[in-house]
């Protein structure tokens, strides 16, 4: 009986130590996991609510920035401006994002935990032998006790429990609950982490638009904020709900561990452990994937604006030094100015100060710029592949794309910015260069003043003064009309820069998002508002113009028929001998010009080389001429041209030029000549032989030119008159081996003699010289104005009145008053220099302050003067231009009249102001000015 006792107190001794001990264990258990539980869940909250407090700063920072935007007013401004919200929105909050490795220390903190778990799974028993009730009592003390003493009563045996394995088990199911709160949670580090670039971006996009030339309204902007508000504000509703998912589960995880050894204990099967670390493994190489491409998003976002900085610094840098060269050119220009000063008061000698600065080409520029643009953009990924959603689970087929950051923006410089880029550095190129042209200008002026003065003998002569005044009145409008190009060069290119990176940025979020999802995200309106606004003023203004023409034409068709009264008119009219045009009487001598301009625009045959414009081809015929010469070719040369086209001016060209170092003997037929031996006493005195019967022979005994002009001189219209030609024919003919005849003739002598006697077989060169076209012209006049040191002013263009005029000037664009001066001064001249002359300075108004004024050239109406001319009138006018000149005594014999019918005919002609006396011979010429209403008239009866 005491032994049976002894055993029953031994084991239920050994049984209450068994339960004591499996109390411990499982109290242990417990209080480690509550433990690991919540250093986890502190941890994770730690980061979230740091996360938020960074997103909350950014934020307010966003919104002060966004009240203090405004208009940047130049390049470097915009940088500045930049610079400054790179700094607040997306550098220091990517920097304390960086320091804070919150992903780092949330993957940290779940693996913390499970490490916490295994060591505390460890320190179990593997075995533990205990009865239902005792495990019972131990998990489930306050049970009711009817329920625990029927399981008691069912379970009463004791046996060996699998402590370790059941709570493995059960460890390891409740993980794979616990990642789908975990995947929530990286999902959200994700997405925040992505949206750690919006404030920038909407600050970005406003600084950018604002540069561009078309900010956004404040309102929208706001709107913008505030959509980005309420997207943070779901994102910290999300954070709550999961950190109390992790809370609730934590809470929940004992009660589930116990149902799971009370479950484990009432079945008696052994638990399978569960094989879930393949599953852990693919979950956390996602978080982490998901989390590097968030990452790499934000540096991405860093990149572009690095690359974007650097593209404004080479810019800006390009400006700076664009302002170094005009800084040198502008004292170039002062020190200029400061010389000719002191030369007028006479306190200065020596030369104009000799040029110093160059300007660098902006194709240098450009290519430095190229490929500097290159290396700054080499920062940036050429591909970069970007998530486009993220999921809390790797059993979600996420979508990637592409992007190519580097050739967006590479591509979208050349496209959108790199003609407007090359535009603003030749336009800088070009004002660089007006620069040293103005001084170049001034020293022309200067130094053709002074030869002038030095070659007079004279030490202050008026044309000195007059080179030395405009000079200087030059080059103080320059400087007074300087304008500050680097600043309009600047602005230009911030615009143009500014709408580069904004298209840039519109492609890349294009290519991340589709176009719908790109639309919602920026707004329709201001997409249409990017690409339409440009279109829609070209589209205002044509229609204005479209309205505005078909009002015109309605009116003029109605006047037309007949259905609305045309203007009344003024009946009254006075009629009168149709006279010249006033533009073709102007006396020349009578305008007050400057002794300087007088001096340039003489009307004589150029002496000076530099005023030979358009004669290269004929230069070049001569000196081949010359060399066929010189190898003992008979050469011949006949010089034929309108009256005033330059002929002596060619020859006067070639003496320096083409036939320099030779022997020149020049003359000229001024007296009529008609009979041999008249002839030959002229060329014998022209090129001084004493024997008139021996001329062939003094010719050929040496080498040497021989120029007579006015070949029109040497007959008469009549038989009988043509001795003297054609003994010159003959004389040409014998001699031309060893002398080099030259001869000009105006061409409607030439048509004549060549009918005649076959004049152009006497010559192996005959040089046509032809009308000189608008670009030579235009550089004759330009020659010799440019040398005076007056600015120009030419009249504005008239205002078109027809509608296919309208059209053409809408189609070409506003015309240039210059170019269209110069046409309608060669149209008018028709290609002759010396008209041209006359012209040009007819149609000055006046000189002011150093600026020439001119008047518009008007085509006036010559019908009234032509059709006023009879057959006999031009009869007479095409012997004159045949003969040169005609006395009235000559006028006689060509048309088998009396002399004083020949002399009524031409004072007829002379009062109509067509013909006046040759200045330097006998007789009666076509007046230069009246030579375009002549040849018009011969035009249209085929006289000509």
Known sequence: MYLLSENIFRRRRKEAMASASFAREWFTLSERLKAATERSRAELEECWRELNDLLERQFRESEMLATSLGEPRDLQAWRIEREKIARRLLQEPCSQWERLQLARRAMMAIEMYDRDVGAALGALPEAISLTTSEILSALEPDRPQRWWQRITILKRARRPRPLRALVEAELRRQRRRRLDIEGQYFLLLAETTRALRDPWDVIRA???????????????????????????????????????????????MES????????????????????????????????????????????????????????????????????????????EFDE??????????????????????DVVPAASRVSELDAELKAALGSLPSSYEIWTTFSPSPRRR???????????????????????????????????????????????????????????????????????????SL???????????????????MRTLASVLLEARML???????????????????????????????????????????????????????????????????????????????????????????????LEPVQDPRFLVGREQELAAIAEARSLWEAGRPVAILIVGQRGSGKTSLINGALKRSLAGLEIVRGEFRDRLVTESQMREFLARCIGAENVSSLEDFLAASRRVVIIEELERTFLRQIGYYGAIRSLQRVIAATCPSTLWILTLNEVAF??????VNLGASFSHRLNISTASREDLRQAILRRHDLSGLRLQFPPSPRPRALADRIKTFLRGPADPEMVFFEALARESAGVYRTA????????????????????????????????????????????????????????????????ASRAQLDELLAREIIEPDPNRPGFRVRPEASRVVREALYRRNLL
Do not use: C
Not at 480 to 490: F, G, I, L
């Open 508 to 602: 890349l979020a294009r290519h991340q998002l589709s176009a719908l999802a790109y639309l919602a995200q920026q707004g329709l309106r201001q997409a249409v508002v990017l690409l339409g606004r440009s279109s829609l003023v070209a589209l205002t203004q044509s229609l204005r113009r479209l309205v505005s023409a078909l009002e015109r034409f309605a009116s003029t068709f109605l006047i037309t028929i007949g259905w609305k009264p045309a203007p009344s008119a003024d009946r009254s009219e006075v009629i009168t001998r149709p006279f010249l045009p006033e533009e073709f009487t102007l006396d020349l001598g009578a305008q007050a010009l400057p002794a300087l301009y007088r001096h340039l625009f003489r």
């Open 751 to 756: 048509r004549f003699l060549n009918a005649a």
């Open 475 to 493: 080059l103080e409008h320059q400087r007074r009309q300087r304008s500050d190009e680097h600043a309009a060069a600047s602005v230009h290119l």
């Open 398 to 472: 996420l979508r990637a794309k592409q992007l190519r950051p580097r050739d967006v923006l590479s591509q979208t410089l050349r496209r959108r910015g790199w003609g407007e880029i090359m535009v603003a550095l030749q336009d800088i190129e070009a004002k660089h260069r007006d620069i040293l042209q103005q001084i170049e200008r001034a020293r022309e002026v200067v130094r053709f003043g002074l030869e002038v003065a030095d070659s007079a003998l004279e030490a202050d002569t008026p044309i000195a003064r007059d080179a030395l005044r405009n000079a200087l």
């Open 837 to 900: 002359l006359e012209l040009w300075l007819g149609h000055i108004e006046a000189i002011e302050a150093g600026v020439l004024y001119l008047k518009p050239i008007v085509t006036p109406d010559l019908s009234p003067v032509i059709e006023d001319l009879d057959l006999e009138d031009l009869f007479t006018l095409v012997a004159i231009l045949q003969h040169g000149s005609l006395t009235p005594e000559e006028h006689a014999i060509v048309f088998q009249r009396s002399i004083a």
């Open 206 to 252: 406003a600084v950018d638009a604002a540069a561009a030339g078309h900010p956004l309204a404040s309102r929208e902007v706001k709107m913008r904020l505030q959509r980005i508000q309420t997207a943070r504000q779901e994102l910290i509703e999300r954070g709550q709900a999961i950190l109390s998912a992790w809370r609730a589960w934590g809470e929940a």
């Open 256 to 331: 589930r561990l116990k149902k799971r050894l009370v479950s484990g204990t009432i079945r008696r099967r052994r638990p399978r452990p569960l094989d879930g670390d393949e599953q852990w493994a693919a979950y956390r190489i996602h978080w982490t994937r998901q989390m590097r491409a968030a990452e790499m998003g934000i540096r991405l976002e860093r990149n572009l604006e690095q690359a974007e900085d650097r593209l404004l610094e080479l810019f800006q840098k390009a400006l700076e030094n664009l302002a170094v060269e005009r800084a040198g050119l502008e004292a």
């Open 336 to 357: 200029a100015i400061e010389w000719l000063r002191q030369r007028i008061e006479r306190q200065a000698r020596g030369d104009f100060p000799p040029p110093r600065m």
